[in-house]
């Protein structure tokens, strides 16, 4: 059974800082995997998608990066702000088109 | 735009009630998901569909019905409302062809009392 893993669960950072969030997952014949970002009392917002055959995805100050046969991703994000603070959520798809395993995610605070 | 909603936004309801819960997506995707979310659990599925006329269950079904009668509407049942039952719902659809990127609506809060 796949099971997927952030740390840390929790991280506060100063504006400006550049960051990183961890994903790990236990089985890695995965298809692709999703970084969502989702404020509270809301759904989730897809960032970013990376494809097994893939090694990174960039979006703007996001860079995702994939390492399967270790089992890792992490997130980057580039000069912080305010507005990044959210819950950031990291998901595996085993096959196209199928259903999702979620990591519980890390709650990123930017303090202005 | 394509999109995908979910109706009630909010929902309080009383224990042994039959309770369904809509979700629409206008990107004719094949493929549609109901997640629950829950302090302590994050996101688990609950069913699945790949296609109309095809339901499938996922790791927390027990107490949930679905039904897929055409490609936009996957309406989520709770046969019999009870309070462990209390989250947030989402669904979700993927279909563009090659990433499968999934898509959330907005999510449905039921409160069982």
């Known amino acids: 059974k796949q099971e997927v893993t952030q740390i840390p669960a929790a991280l506060s950072v100063p504006e400006g800082e550049n960051l990183v969030l961890n994903c790990s997952f236990t089985?890695?014949?995965?298809?692709?995997l999703q970084w969502f970002r989702q404020d509270p009392g809301k759904g989730l917002t897809s960032l970013l998608l990376?494809?097994?055959?893939?090694r990174e995805q960039t979006s703007g100050r996001l860079n995702a990066s994939l390492d399967k046969s270790s089992g890792r991703s992490t997130l980057y994000i580039a000069a912080s702000q305010p507005g990044d603070s959210a819950t950031y959520l990291c998901?595996?798809?085993?096959?196209?088109?199928?259903?999702?395993?979620f990591g519980e995610g890390t709650q990123l605070t930017v303090n202005p | 735009d394509a999109e995908i909603t979910q109706s009630p936004r909010h929902k309080i309801t009383e224990t042994g009630r039959q309770v369904t819960l809509a979700c629409h997506q206008t990107w004719n995707h094949n493929n549609m998901f109901w997640y629950r979310q829950d302090l302590g659990h994050g996101l688990r599925l609950i069913h699945y569909s790949y296609g109309v006329q095809d339901t499938n269950k996922g790791e927390v079904s027990d107490g949930y019905s679905v039904s897929r009668s055409n490609t936009e509407d996957l309406p989520l049942t709770l046969e019999s409302a009870a309070s462990s039952q209390t989250s947030v719902y989402f669904c979700?659809?993927?279909?563009?062809?090659?990433?499968?990127?999934?898509?959330f609506g907005p999510g449905t809060r039921l409160t069982v009392t």
């Open positions: 990376i494809q097994s055959s893939q």
């Open positions: 089985d890695s014949a995965i298809y692709n």
């Open positions: 979700a659809s993927s279909g563009g062809r090659p990433q499968n990127e999934q898509y």
């Open positions: 998901a595996v798809g085993k096959t196209s088109g199928s259903r999702l395993t």
